[in-house]
């Protein structure tokens, strides 16, 4: 491009060349616009879609109607069906069909459409041209500076904003913008010329493509919601939701008056089979967890598995209609089968070691002999209170032979715990009659108060070892 350039005869300057062409283009641009904007306006034409019903396009071509967004949850896709009418019999489930079964390209290309129908009765339009009225001021600006510099910032951030807006937007009048966007490209490449760069960059945001042309559905009659409740109560593969849907939808089609007789006929019908078949199911399921649970507490895996086939015996004579129940159920079971082999084991194993338990029992039950016929001495130290040189001498020496009678012992590993608890029993009482001992010679408070504290911690050790050895005397039990 020429530094300068003539017309006329008359010798003109670049940057006199830059505000003609915006003055030329720019402005004419704009005003096109803003007057195919105005005068594009927006209205509601009769027959008008309900912005809160959105649609679900199954792949088999059947359509089915969302109150309101629905949301996709793993390989689920959750929505709310509504029936009924307003003044009336009105309803509203929720329900979950495979994404499988559902076109998403085509209905999330819908609820991209329904949501800029919205946008665009609600506030699209004043927004729009509050963006136009902000582009306006800015190449008025731009026109009116003499910085190259500045001007040329200004075009940018403009473009900017010109080519963000459509995304936050719901793509509202992206095609309009775009044309703007295309003018205010060449006005940047003069201005860049100007200010002397020699590589020109204009793609700086990502533009916003148009999305297709959707067209919009009406709100369903009445009728209509229950014929697509039909359609959702086939889609749904969850037996609760199915039931509860055919419920709301023979509620609703008793209410409408003008309803066709075979409609009602159908959702009756749909509403005996889906009943009796969840009484089935309910039966069958209810039946085999009851039964495994018993299982589990007998120990007996082969039943659970017997169990897990008599499930998908049943399930395939009523036609494989509740998947997910199913499902569920026979992960339960198959859950069950591994804590019935543990149970299983648990109780092989006490088989295999309960003499060695009950030998054991009965050693350090005669040992144990020394609480009891210690109690009053242990009681003395305890309180405080000073016991005769006689009765302390006694009592260290039969717990000295507890303490020997417990070191000798092999426990099975059951009772090894146990017998921890109890030597770590025994030689607190021994550290509380050691100083027990003392203080019958010289009274010491500190002293006493140590001796208390030994034989109180000696006892709770002693009553936690009682119980963790009644424990072991049983099979474990894994329920």
């Not at 904003?161 to 937007?169: K, Q």
């Not at 014929?227 to 199915?242: N, P, Q, R, Y």
């Not at 006694?394 to 090894?416: I, K, M, T």
């Not at 408070?445 to 005397?473: C, P, Q």
Request: hydrophobic share 45%.
């Amino acid at each position: 491009m020429c530094a300068q350039v003539f017309h006329s005869g008359a010798k003109v300057s670049h940057n006199d060349a830059v505000r003609a062409l915006l003055r030329s283009t720019v402005w004419a641009m704009l005003m096109v616009v803003i007057g195919a904007t105005t005068a594009r306006g927006q209205t509601t034409p009769p027959g008008s879609p309900a912005l809160d019903v959105f649609r679900i396009f199954l792949r088999d071509g059947r359509v089915l109607s969302s109150y309101g967004e629905f949301a996709q949850v793993d390989t689920d896709l959750v929505f709310v069906v509504a029936q009924g009418q307003k003044g009336g019999v009105q309803t509203h489930d929720l329900i979950t069909v495979p994404v499988a079964v559902v076109n998403m390209e085509r209905t999330t290309a819908y609820a991209s459409a329904l949501r800029m129908s919205e946008y665009a009765a609600l506030r699209g339009e004043r927004e729009y041209q509050a963006l136009i009225a902000d582009i306006t001021r800015a190449i008025a600006a731009l026109e009116a500076s003499d910085d190259k510099d500045r001007r040329l910032g200004i075009a940018i951030v403009a473009r900017r904003r010109l080519l963000a807006w459509p995304a936050d937007h719901f793509g509202y009048r992206a095609a309009e913008l775009r044309q703007i966007v295309s003018i205010i490209d060449d006005v940047i490449l003069d201005l860049q010329a100007a200010t002397g760069t020699s590589q020109f960059s204009i793609d700086l945001v990502a533009s916003v493509a148009s999305a297709p042309p959707v067209p919009l559905m009406t709100a369903p009659t009445p009728a209509e919601t229950v014929a697509m409740a039909l359609i959702a109560a086939s889609a749904t593969d969850v037996g609760i939701e199915k039931l509860a849907l055919l419920r709301s939808a023979n509620r609703v089609a008793e209410s409408l008056a003008d309803a066709d007789a075979g409609l009602r006929s159908e959702v009756a019908r749909r509403l005996n089979e889906e009943t009796g078949l969840d009484a089935a199911y309910r039966a069958l399921l209810r039946e085999a967890l009851t039964r495994a649970d018993a299982a589990v507490r007998q120990g007996r895996p082969m039943v659970i598995r017997r169990l897990i086939l008599d499930v998908e015996s049943g399930d395939a004579t009523l036609g494989h209609r509740r998947p997910r129940d199913v499902a569920a159920t026979l992960r339960t079971l198959w859950s069950e089968s591994g804590l019935a082999v543990d149970q299983q084991l648990a109780f092989e194993r006490w088989a295999l070691v309960k003499g060695q338990l009950r030998a054991y029992e009965a050693r350090v039950r005669s040992a144990h002999r020394a609480w009891t016929r210690h109690a009053s001495t242990l009681s003395a130290i305890k309180g405080g209170e000073p016991a005769s040189p006689g009765k302390l001498d006694a009592a260290a020496r039969s717990f000295g032979e507890l303490d020997r009678v417990l070191v000798s012992l092999r426990p099975p590993d059951e009772l090894v715990e146990a017998n921890g608890i109890f030597r770590s029993a025994v030689q607190l009482v021994q550290h509380g009659l050691l100083l027990g001992q003392r203080l019958a010679v010289a009274p010491n408070a500190e002293l006493s108060r140590n001796a208390s504290s030994a034989i109180t911690g000696a006892d709770l050790l002693h009553n936690a070892g009682v119980r963790s050895l009644a424990l072991a005397l049983k099979a474990r039990r894994v329920r």
